[in-house]
Each structure stands twice: as C-alpha cells, then as structure tokens.
C-alpha cells in the first residue's frame, strides 16, 4: 500500500490513522491477513518498533486480531468497520465545516454549496 | 539485562578543553537510536570511546557487560568517520577481508547489497568515487550480525537514491538482538526510522528521549527541533 509518512507528528499516529482509512477503502479486507511487522515497516520505511506500536493499538481497538501462531488479521466484525468510516466521514465533515466557517459562510449557504456542487459533479 | 550498552559518567579532554563530560545514558537492544548534535559537539569522540579507539579520562562504558576491548569488537560493528581500507584493494578483496577478521560477516547480504547498488566487485577502491567508497565501507559494516552498530556519518556522502535505499537496509536488518547508534547531521532523512534521539552540545547530553515522544510535546519534528535549539 502507498505510505505517506510525514515527521510533524508522531509516526505510529500516522500509521494507525493509514491503516484505518486502507481498512475503510477495503484495501484490507475483513479477515485479511495482514503482511508480517518487517514487511509493513519496510514498505513504510519506519521503524518496526513503531509499526509494532501501531499495530499493538488497532489491536486494542479490535480492528486487527492476532492469531498466536498465524499472524495478524483485519477483524471480520462487519459492525465495527462501519462505526470507524462513520467517524472518519464525521472528522472530514466538522473539518470541512469549520473551513467553511473561517470563510465566512453560514451553515444555511454551506449547505446549499454542497446540494449545487454534488449536483455539477453529477453532470 | 536487556542493555546493550551503558555509558556512565563519562569525561574527556582534549588538551584541556573538555570534549565530553559526564555523559549518562543506556541504550537497549532493538533500538535505533540517533546521536544528534551540532559540529564539535562530541558525536565522534563518544563514538570513538565506545569503540576503544579513546580512553575516556573518567567514567566508564559497558557493552554487554564488558569493557571496550577485543571481546566487544567480535559484537559492535563500526563505520568510522573515515575509511581505513586500502587503496589497492578490490571491492571483492575488502568482503574478503572482512571474512577473514570478523566472524559474524555474513557475504551473502554484502553480495546482495552490492549488486542492488550495482557496485563492481571486481574494480579497485582506488577507482571508486568518494560516494561508491563510503557505500562500499557501510555495506561491509552492515553486513555483521553484529549486537551492536555504531555508524558515523553514513549517509553524509552518499546520493539521496542510494540513501533510501541504505536507510531501507538498516529497517530490514533489522534486529530485535541489536542496536543501531547512529551519528548523522541528516536528521530529516532518517528519523522516521529512529526510536529515539540523543542530543550533544559542547559535550553533554542536552536531551535523550523517544522520537515520538518529542513530536507529541514539541509539536513539530525532531529536525525542526535540532534547528530551533541550535539556531545561530
């Protein structure tokens, strides 16, 4: 998968929050089995001292299980994935919203910006 | 113990100006770890005591266990600030070399690492670029099983492709036995890689701590960081 590492913030952040969206844009599927520690910090060029902290705290969130002896899977709870794309459209929307708002729109003409453009996209 | 080398209150001077003092700090195994500090900050002589080639003038160091000497240099592997290896030598003489001295060098990784660097073994060092030297050197450094790395520099002359891809093989020779200590002014380039950074200046340990940790309290990257602190 693509990687966009920046060193602003804290790198397994990062990769928790890439992780997550490559889960909701079905990257990685429910039950897929997830490439070893090395390989995925590798393919992100960090640490795998990170990638393992990263993955320690989707763990806990149960988006990934690990199997003792088989390695680590993306959860098969259906329910749960679709919680976490709730939440992330939610962050880009209350984002969205307070741009909106730094330009000085009201809520009233942000939403009927939004009604005209879906419907110019859609042409 | 799960330490791989301690460094406990050491000093040196160097005709009476102090270049290290009281220097603390423990590095653990499986940890990359950044030695940052200014030009003249001791990042070389710290590097140089923990290989033997200084004696400190008080303190001491333990690797393992033990004291700087021959039993350390079977498990630390040390790219110095310079290179050592002969002039006359083929690429192909120097694995040989390394075969010979050290007994955890494993030719089949420098093998590999050449190709993909599509260095020639069979040319002379001496007709090698500046560059094609220093990468030669860290191949055979890298190239251990070693429980400690200690590498000077080791990207400094080397070209941004090439350093992706050296930076690459630190990741993947990655392991969980071993430490990487690694001395360098190019902080952006690497320190998605570190675990955490130790900061010199004039000779003392100004910070120590988890990279992470510093993006989550400073806000900003351990690059920024080192240009705030040392601005001139």
């Keep these: ?123 | 113990m799960n330490s791989i080398l301690q460094c406990e209150s050491l000093s040196k001077k160097f005709s009476g100006s102090a270049a290290l003092s009281n220097i603390n700090f423990t590095i653990e195994r499986g940890r990359i770890i950044g030695l940052l500090g200014p030009n003249g900050s001791g990042k070389t002589t710290l590097l140089k005591i923990i290989n033997g080639l200084l004696v400190p003038d008080t303190g001491k160091v333990q690797i393992s266990g033990m004291e700087p000497g021959i039993e350390t240099k079977k498990i630390v592997s040390y790219l110095p600030e310079r290179t050592y290896l002969a002039d006359w030598m083929k690429v192909s003489d120097t694995i040989d070399f390394f075969k010979d001295f050290y007994g955890d060098f494993d030719a089949k990784i420098a093998d590999d690492m050449l190709k993909r660097l599509k260095i020639d073994p069979n040319k002379k060092l001496k007709t090698l670029s500046k560059g094609t030297k220093e990468k030669v050197q860290l191949i055979l450094v890298m190239s251990r099983r070693a429980e400690l790395y200690c590498l000077d520099e080791p990207i400094g002359g080397v070209d941004p492709a090439s350093r992706d891809y050296i930076v690459n093989t630190i990741i993947t020779n990655y392991n969980e036995n071993a430490a990487v200590l690694i001395s360098t002014h190019l902080i952006a380039e690497i320190e998605n890689i570190l675990d955490e950074v130790i900061i010199l200046k004039d000779g003392t340990v100004i910070l120590h701590s988890s990279v992470d940790d510093i993006r989550t309290k400073e806000g900003k990257s351990i690059d920024s960081l080192f240009r705030e602190v040392f601005k001139c």
């Design chain 1, 1 to 123: 998968m693509q990687w966009d590492i920046n060193s602003e913030r804290p790198v397994y952040i990062q990769l928790i929050e890439q992780i997550q969206a490559s889960i909701i844009s079905g990257y990685f599927k429910p039950s897929d089995k997830l490439p070893s520690v090395r390989d995925l910090a590798a393919e992100a060029s960090v640490n795998p001292n990170t990638m393992q902290k990263a993955l320690a705290e989707l763990e806990r969130s149960g988006l990934i299980y690990s199997n003792r002896t088989s390695g680590r899977y993306i959860t098969s709870d259906l329910m749960l994935i679709k919680e976490l794309k709730g939440k992330s459209a939610k962050c880009l929307i209350i984002d969205f919203v307070e741009k909106m708002k730094q330009l000085g729109f009201e809520q009233e003409e942000v939403l009927t910006m939004i009604t005209e453009t879906i419907k110019e996209m859609g042409k």
